[in-house]
């Protein structure tokens, strides 16, 4: 299955149509969230994923200030017909958000919703 990646970037540069810049720095901080993600994969809390496959997720990032947070959001499995989505967490896994200070570049703040 694809991994769709979507970037929400307060403080990204839209080059051209399609196209977004990150510093070093966010670039870096992405990097470290994915690691400590995927190190942590396959954790599970009452029986349900914390961790799941990226491939089920979406990565939002979010500048503020001197602050950079990358947020995995967990996408909705199939539903039935007259069954209603969940919020932070679902069945392939938990929100999970790091937040980094950029200079120097720290992982300052771990969140979890499920």
């Given amino acids: 299955m694809r991994s769709t990646l979507l970037l929400l970037l307060t403080s990204a540069s839209i080059v051209a149509a399609g196209e977004v810049q990150l510093s070093g720095r966010e670039a870096e901080a992405v990097q470290e969230a994915t690691r400590i993600f995927k190190i942590k994969q396959g954790s599970k809390i009452d029986g349900n994923p914390v961790?799941?496959?990226l491939a089920h997720y979406?990565?939002?990032?979010?500048?503020?200030?001197?602050?950079?947070?990358?947020?995995?959001?967990?996408g909705q499995p199939p539903l039935k017909s007259n069954e209603a989505g969940t919020g932070g967490?679902?069945?392939?896994g938990c929100e999970?958000?790091?937040?980094?200070?950029?200079?120097?570049?720290?992982?300052v703040e771990e969140h979890y919703t499920r």
Wanted: aromatic share 16%.
């Fill in 89 to 92: 967490g679902t069945t392939y």
């Fill in 58 to 74: 979406t990565v939002n990032l979010t500048r503020k200030g001197e602050q950079f947070e990358v947020d995995f959001l967990p």
């Fill in 96 to 107: 999970v958000v790091y937040v980094f200070s950029l200079n120097p570049l720290k992982l």
């Fill in 51 to 53: 961790y799941g496959d």
